[in-house]
Each structure stands twice: as C-alpha cells, then as structure tokens.
C-alpha cells in the first residue's frame, strides 16, 4: 500500500505529522467560557446574570494562569474573561440609567403617586402617568 503523501525528494514517502496535544486539559477554561456566555444571556435576570459574570471574571483569570504553565485552553479562558467584564459593564450602564431616570423629575413624581397611591388602581394610574411623562 502506498502512501499518498509523497516525500518532495521523490524517494520514500512523507506522512502528516500528528497534530500537538497538550497534555493537560484545561477544564477552568471551559469553565469561564460557559459561566461568561451565561452571565450576558442571563443579564436580564441580574441576581444570576451578575454573579456568573463575576464567577466568569474569576474563572477567567485562573484559567490564563494555569494556561501559562502549559495547559490549553487560552482562548477560551480570554473570551470568557471578556464576556464577564462586558456583562459587568452592561449591567453598570443599566444601573446608571436607571438611577437616572429615578432621579429626574418624572421619577420623583412617580415616587411621590406611588406613596400617596391607596389602592393598585391608583398605583396603575401612577405608572401610566409616568409613561405617558417619559413617553414625551
């Protein structure tokens, strides 16, 4: 049976070299990776999306340091690092947006109707006040 890779000098053959594995596996970064996609699809519910993030930025940097000594799985441990840092930054910016629009006027009103409110009905006038206020 011959083999398909012939050699360049045109005498014995040449056979693909076996692709390099490292030896260790590095299961931290698949770890951030996951906990990192997570915590952004999760962002919307911030009592879990938050804390994986923060689990993904820590997971992340274990990853990259154990990957310094030889295991694989950088890439991995990088992107799942960025994906916990942007998820963080996200959330920031929505909480900074949030206090903001608490604290304009048409927030202050809403808190005022909202304490005065006797009943859910006048609280639902409340929130229909502020977004027709917000709405123009």
């Known amino acids: 049976m011959s ?5 360049p000098e045109g005498s014995g053959t040449h056979t693909a070299p076996a692709p390099a594995r490292s030896g260790r596996r590095n299961g931290l970064a ?7 996609v997570a915590s952004l699809l999760l962002l919307w519910l911030w009592f879990v999306g938050i804390p994986l993030a923060l689990v993904a930025i820590g ?3 274990a990853a990259l ?4 000594g ?5 890439g991995m441990a990088i992107s799942g690092l960025v994906l916990g ?19 304009s006027d048409e ?9 005065n409110a006797r009943t859910e009905q006048d609280r639902q006038d ?11």
């Open 70 to 74: 030889g295991a694989g799985g950088r």
């Open 107 to 115: 927030g202050k009103d809403l808190r005022s109707c909202v304490d």
């Open 30 to 36: 698949v770890a951030a990776l996951v906990t990192g």
């Open 59 to 61: 997971l992340g940097i």
């Open 3 to 7: 083999d398909p890779y012939p050699s």
């Open 85 to 103: 840092s942007v998820t963080v930054v996200i959330a920031g910016i929505l909480v900074a947006v949030g206090v903001s629009i608490l604290n």
């Open 65 to 68: 340091r154990r990957a310094r």
């Open 126 to 136: 409340c929130a229909n006040r502020f977004n027709q206020d917000v709405g123009n």
